[in-house]
């Protein structure tokens, strides 16, 4: 070790002083304290076992007691408190040496002492111990050497005893100094953990853990907060398409952009997927007034206008923002309730304001007591939908398709309800919605085409060659155990793939264009048959209409409803045709119709609205004019009883 690298590696070696956390230094602060003042009481009663008067042990305890006084104002910065409890400490030990005579036990005291100081890990008040001692052996022991040693020689050389007790002041020293470092080093490693545990190791933001451990932190200091929970718009199809490695550089990319519009104060962390959470102080540090929290979420908001250019793609990303806001009750400080309490229900009100904002494409709500009432109901129908399909609660409900040719039928639409054990017969809404939220979409799409071919393969057994169509949505198309499901239910009821129809939503290709595709193709492979179900709804259903591998095109029965009696269908030089449904319907259909495919319309309710549709020459109907949903026994007498069992064929026959 070179001379010079000796004193930088002391210092390094040294402990750093760092300040201890707030509680942690209240709580060693309170057992100095409780040393101090128990010795400054004790002082008047040893003072008078030694021979001294009642009023030389008060004077002596005087002084302890003052320090150990302003120790305690809390108005005083900690570390002056923490000087004027070790400088009180070191007085209670000199007075022990001075009322013992100067014996060499007594200062032994010091000993005990120094290591109650070092308690602060502070320099300042260790250094003014320090000092002290050697004060009081060095000058004091020179100028009244009766007080501070017992023994001819070091009344007459007490310089040279002031060293001796030096070295042994010393060696005591480093034993605080050494237990001090490795105090700090305890807690250095701690703190590295704890920010382990705390990082997102993708973002470098906090996490769930970091961020409910700031947020408690403040609330504990009673200041307003609130809480911004922020997802992604879309994400999914972001990984779906660029795989996680695009997806994990994007969510990098739009923490460091949020970090460019957030206040010092605010605190941005990342919750995990594609969740963002800000935890926004409403006062700032300086004490200026904050901006409000849906000022912060528009702002976030705002900075993903911006495209992100992404492995060579530039991708569109927008926010939903739930926001939840917490101050403390009027006169209520400290808080009643605990911080972590408080910081958790925080996230989760957020949550719940964020699922508003999302499915109202409000972009940002903020929480509302009302949304807790929503988001318990969905979670009990979601609970109960998992106890019907587990419990068969579910049945299907069969809708005729007529040929407009014949009036035969040509088939028959699965339209599932819920058969609940309390409130009856439910329609699709109150599933159909909550299963394609979670991942009961799968299991309930399988039940409905289980139940749907089951009945195909009555009406076989009783000579009625009839298809059945059932609506899929784009979750359970793209996933692959759809195909695998449909296999093993068309091997189980010995079925060709033609008296299968598929109906799907002509945004099916807005959620994994490549999966639904294939899936589509692999489909009629096997003979199935695909229907574009509510048919010009959407804004690009053109383009989309001839990427998809069709059979069928089904009028969404909001343009059929329309459609008026007294409306020219073939309009004549110079006239005006107001009516836009029928104009809709009739480029629809002529449409479907040069793309090779069958045209159905759905909703047909008057007898007005069919006549028109047999003019525009629509091939099939469907709807209450024709027959309502009925349940599966029902089929065969509805059959015997009209003529539209007369011509029965295949749903993809022409």
């Known amino acids: 070790m070179s001379a010079v690298s000796a004193p930088h590696r002391l210092l390094a070696w040294a402990p750093q002083g760092s300040v201890l956390p707030d509680s942690l230094w209240e709580v060693r602060h309170r057992w100095v304290m409780s040393i101090l003042v128990v010795q400054a009481v004790a002082v008047v009663p040893f003072a008078l076992a030694r021979g001294y008067s009642l009023s030389h042990g008060l004077v002596e305890a005087a002084g302890p007691a003052a320090l150990a006084a302003l120790a305690s104002l809390r108005r005083l910065p900690k570390v002056a408190r923490a000087s004027f409890a070790a400088v009180g400490l070191m007085l209670e030990s000199a007075i022990a040496v001075h009322l013992s005579g100067g014996v060499i036990e007594a200062h032994f005291h010091f000993f005990v002492m120094v290591p109650v100081v070092a308690l602060y890990e502070s320099w300042v008040p260790f250094g003014l111990a320090v000092g002290f001692v050697l004060f009081q052996h060095g000058i004091v022991g020179a100028l009244e050497s009766s007080a501070v040693y017992n023994h001819e020689d070091a009344r007459d050389n007490p310089w040279w005893w002031a060293s001796v007790h030096t070295v042994a002041f010393g060696a005591a020293c480093l034993g605080a100094l050494v237990n001090w470092r490795m105090h700090e080093r305890a807690r250095q490693v701690t703190d590295e953990l704890t920010e382990a545990t ?23 200091r009673g200041a307003p907060l609130s809480v911004l ?23 990098a990319m739009v923490g460091a952009r949020f970090g460019t519009v957030l206040d010092k104060d605010d605190v941005l962390g990342r919750l995990g997927g594609d969740e963002f959470v800000v935890v926004h102080s409403a006062q700032r540090a300086d004490g200026a007034q904050a901006d409000g929290a849906q000022a912060v979420a528009d702002r976030l908001r705002q900075t993903l206008a911006e495209s ?49 904002a999302k499915h109202s494409r409000r972009g940002a709500a903020a929480y509302e007591l009302e949304q807790d009432h929503e988001a318990r109901r969905r979670l009990t129908v979601i609970s109960e939908l998992r106890r019907a399909i587990d419990c068969d609660e579910l049945v299907v409900h069969f809708q005729p398709k007529i040929r407009l040719t014949s009036g035969g039928a040509s088939g028959f639409e699965a339209l599932v309800r819920w058969q609940h054990p309390e409130r009856g017969l439910l329609p699709p809404a109150d599933l159909i919605q909550t299963a394609e939220r979670t991942s009961l979409i799968g299991p309930l799409t399988a039940v ?178 024709i027959a309502h949903p009925m349940p599966a026994d029902q089929v065969l007498p509805w059959l015997a009883e009209s003529d539209a069992a007369s011509t029965a064929q295949p749903l993809h026959a022409s």
């Open 229 to 251: 929970l922020i997802d992604l718009d879309g994400f999914k199809d972001v990984n779906d398409t660029l795989g996680h490695a695009g997806g994990d550089l994007l969510l």
């Open 448 to 625: 409905v085409l289980g139940k749907a071919l089951a009945a195909v393969r009555q009406w076989h057994d009783a000579g009625m060659f009839l298809g059945v169509s059932v609506n899929v949505s784009p979750h359970s198309l793209a996933n692959p155990q759809l195909l695998h499901t449909v296999d093993g239910l068309l091997r189980e009821y010995d079925l060709d793939g033609r008296w299968l129809c598929l109906e799907i939503t002509e945004d099916v290709l807005l959620a994994d264009e490549r999966g639904c595709l294939s899936a589509l193709r692999q489909f009629k492979q096997r003979g199935v048959t695909i229907a574009v179900d509510d048919f010009g709804t959407g804004y690009s259903s053109m383009s989309y209409l001839q990427r998809l591998p069709a059979d069928e095109l089904k009028i969404d029965r909001s343009l059929i409803g329309g459609l008026g009696a007294d409306v020219p269908l073939r309009p004549t030089a110079g006239q005006v045709v107001t009516d836009f449904a029928l104009v809709i319907v009739r480029s629809t259909i002529e449409l479907g119709h040069s793309l090779g495919l069958r045209v159905v319309a759905e909703g047909v309710e008057t007898a007005e609205t069919l006549a028109t549709l047999i003019s525009l020459g629509c091939d099939e109907v469907q709807g209450y004019l």
């Open 198 to 220: 705390e990082r997102d190791p993708l973002t470098g933001l906090p996490n769930r853990a970091g961020l409910e451990r700031l947020g408690q932190e403040r609330i504990a």
């Open 308 to 356: 992100f250019a992404v492995q060579g793609m530039t991708l569109d990303v927008d926010a939903s923002v739930g926001i939840a806001t917490w101050s403390p009750p009027p006169g209520q400080r400290p808080l009643t309730e605990t911080p972590a309490a408080t910081m958790t229900e925080l996230l989760r009100q957020a949550d719940v304001a964020m699922y508003v």
